[in-house]
């Protein structure tokens, strides 16, 4: 219970709310980190970090929060840096993040097939001053 | 256990990728009875990483390149403890072309050349225009979108697709070397921009082109050659693992030992036999093949199987624009070059020269995770700046010649085994001096191009260590067998019924993508066997 409690605090200070979207944590993503080949490939990568917060951790408040994670992502680069990247592997691939995303930016939610892009067509008129250079590559005695 | 033997095929080919699915379409289009050897197996289009919701962090799985990471059973592991560079590459039905950035320019004609021109390595025993119609019949069947006329290189046909569209992020730097007066041009790609042949669709500009195409616009060999090759009657046995090379009591190839995926040991007797499993296998398979006539390794008389392995290192210069690009639009590689400093300047203080070559931007995993920038810092600040670099990069990518050296190698590692037990390479690679002021000279070009364009912030990465896509030179190409490992067809010296497509015959690997001249000088071989088939049917 305490390490779920934990997790959830943490991911809420590394990917934290945005509009009107919860943290990492309050959007559940905890359960998915034990089950990232990442995770696996490093066993007691998490727990470590788990570890290294100071007892009161959950009692201060965010900006202490972040120091304390701050000196752990120091001290212990490796552990945490799997815990990075297990946490933004499960915060990048949620369909509300992602829908999130989407409403700033052109980018679509959802994988890239089968709906792809639309571009504009290939302009030719950009061609315009490279064309009239006269060709320049090495010429080579047959 | 005894090996179950198999009807001797006129050819058999080691290695369906880029350049075993090209001779096979040409030899089995002329009537040879062909069959295919593969570890891999078939790669399902319609059920691409790229049609998935974690298609991101697929990316980062089955899908990673490094095959060391990927750990798929058909994979082998490569011991690079002893290389700065990870050699990557895909194993299946199109081998690396599944996964790659469809990129075909072609070697100039001076690089077949360098030692005549320039003084280093060796001359190619063939020119850029005995290969030339072999290109061209090899754009046809792959399938290239692009525009003939650029000025950087000899004329060729029209393409045979109008060129994939460029989107914002190349748009703006064409105009920046187009204001520093500097070489660019669309990239020659194997990307349908419309569809062509019978099945093949237009590109959807989705992006990931390395995870898979359901509209089968990606050129991978397995939706252009092998759909012509198995219809001329060609043969291809998928999960079967080459464990050697069998010879005759002449000293001549007689076929190949295999294993299957329960364990089973073939064998496959043959008239010829094709070496296509990339710089680093077919150098692999050479060196198990030991016998007391070759105790150090098939075809290696000169001492040469392994030596030579070139990459093209690759450098990377990144701009971060304040506006935005949609960089997420379009396939991640197919885009635009300079090729302003690709020949020998001595102002520079190096020989041979660099391409520059841009590629679009990640997806927001990708962006934010860093892939090829710093990873967005986790925190109250992460979310803002995510969105100021999501779809607003672009990169140029730095490719420099890459002279060959004997030290660089592949030797094999008898302490590291694949899932079949068999002894594994190990890769031995340096940076030489000129390589790396190539890099370093190609990257202040790419900070200066960047500026041009307006970048607001420009991030530099002299060497990319996870490049190492190109694998080459392991059994070069000479007329001297004291020099060469094959000859001017990819003809071994030692064994003459055996040949090698692959980019092991390379001699010197230029400054672009190699897949296009692979292709064509498979393409060139399998015509020479098609040639000599009366030779064939005596040896018979």
Redesign the interface.
């Known amino acids: 219970m305490r390490r779920r409690e934990l997790l959830d605090v943490v991911l809420d200070?590394?990917?934290?709310p945005?509009d009107e979207l919860g943290g990492a944590g309050a959007l559940g993503l905890a359960a998915s980190l034990d089950r990232d080949?990442l995770a696996d490939a490093a066993p007691g990568a998490l727990d470590e970090v788990l570890a290294a917060l100071p007892k009161d951790f959950l009692d201060r408040d965010g900006e202490d929060q972040?120091r304390s994670?701050q000196q752990i992502e120091t001290q212990q680069a490796e552990a945490f840096s799997i815990l990075?990247?297990v946490?933004?592997?499960a915060?990048?691939?949620d369909?509300r993040?992602?829908e999130r995303?989407e409403g700033?930016?052109?980018?679509k939610a959802?994988?890239?097939?089968?709906?792809?892009?639309?571009?504009?067509?290939?302009?030719?008129t950009?061609?315009a001053?490279?064309?009239r250079?006269?060709?320049?590559?090495?010429?080579?005695?047959? | 256990m005894a090996a179950i033997t198999r009807e001797p095929v006129d050819v058999l080919i080691v290695g369906a990728g880029a350049s075993g699915a090209a001779a096979a379409w040409r030899l089995s289009e002329a009537g040879l009875d062909v069959l295919c050897l593969e570890q891999g197996d078939w790669t399902d289009h319609a059920r691409a990483a790229s049609a998935e919701p974690d298609w991101e962090v697929r990316r980062d799985r089955e899908w990673n390149p490094y095959p060391n990471h990927r750990k798929l059973a058909v994979d082998y592991p490569i011991n690079d403890s002893d290389t700065p560079i990870l050699p990557l590459m895909y194993n299946g039905v199109g081998g690396s072309t599944l996964h790659w950035g469809c990129c075909f320019p072609r070697l100039h004609p001076s690089d077949f050349r360098v030692r005549t021109l320039d003084g280093v390595a060796d001359d190619w025993p063939l020119d850029y225009f005995e290969l030339e119609p072999y290109y061209e019949l090899n754009d046809r069947m792959m399938g290239i979108s692009g525009i003939a006329g650029d000025p950087a290189n000899p004329r060729r046909a029209p393409r045979p697709l109008p060129p994939i569209s460029l989107g914002r992020g190349a748009e703006r730097m064409a105009a920046a070397f187009d204001r520093l007066g500097w070489h660019w041009w669309p990239m020659d790609v194997a990307v349908n921009s419309r569809p062509y042949g019978d099945d093949r669709g237009a590109c959807n500009y989705c992006g990931p082109c390395d995870l898979g195409c359901p509209q089968r616009a990606r050129a991978s060999t397995d939706v252009t050659y092998w759909p012509a090759a198995l219809g001329n009657g060609a043969r291809l046995q998928t999960s079967a693992r080459v464990v050697e090379i069998t010879l005759d009591a002449r000293g001549r190839a007689s076929g190949a030992q295999w294993i299957d995926t329960a364990g089973n040991t073939w064998h496959q007797a043959a008239r010829v036999v094709i070496l296509a499993a990339n710089g680093v296998g077919t150098a692999r398979l050479l060196l198990l093949s030991t016998s007391r006539r070759f105790p150090d390794g098939l075809a290696n008389s000169s001492g040469l199987v392994g030596a030579n392995l070139m990459h093209h290192v690759t450098g990377m210069v990144t701009g971060i624009f304040d506006d935005d690009l949609e960089a997420y639009k379009g396939p991640f590689a197919a885009s635009i070059f300079s090729q302003e400093f690709y020949e020998t300047d001595a102002s520079r203080g190096t020989v041979r020269g660099l391409q520059l070559m841009q590629i679009r931007g990640d997806g927001p995993l990708g962006t934010a995770i860093g892939r090829y920038l710093p990873q967005i810092p986790w925190g109250a600040d992460h979310h803002e700046r995510l969105l100021a670099r999501l779809g607003r990069t672009a990169a140029l990518t730095v490719t420099t010649e890459d002279l060959p050296r004997p030290g660089n190698r592949v030797s094999l590692d008898p302490g590291l085994v694949d899932s079949s037990g068999l002894p594994c390479p190990a890769l031995h690679y340096e940076i030489d001096d000129n390589t790396w002021a190539l890099l370093g000279y190609g990257s202040e070009r790419g900070q200066e191009v960047f500026s041009e364009a307006g970048a607001a912030e420009i991030v530099t990465q002299r060497l990319v260590p996870g490049t190492g896509f190109h694998l080459l030179g392991t059994a070069k190409m000479g007329d001297d067998p004291a020099t060469s490992v094959v000859d001017r067809f990819g003809q071994a010296h030692d064994v003459p019924n055996l040949f090698v497509v692959d980019g092991s015959t390379f001699v010197t690997c230029g400054a672009v993508n190699p897949t296009s001249t692979i292709q064509a000088l498979a393409l060139r071989t399998a015509e020479h066997i098609v040639e000599g088939r009366r030779a064939l049917e005596a040896a018979a």
Not at chain 1, 104 to 107: D, E, G, K, N, V
Not at chain 1, 112 to 122: A, S, V
């Open positions: 200070r590394l990917l934290p945005v080949p972040d994670l990075i990247s946490a933004y592997n915060y990048y691939v369909p993040v992602l995303i700033r930016t052109a980018y959802g994988p890239p097939q089968p709906r792809g892009y639309e571009i504009e067509p290939f302009d030719e950009l061609l001053q490279i064309s250079r006269e060709p320049f590559w090495r010429k080579v005695d047959p």
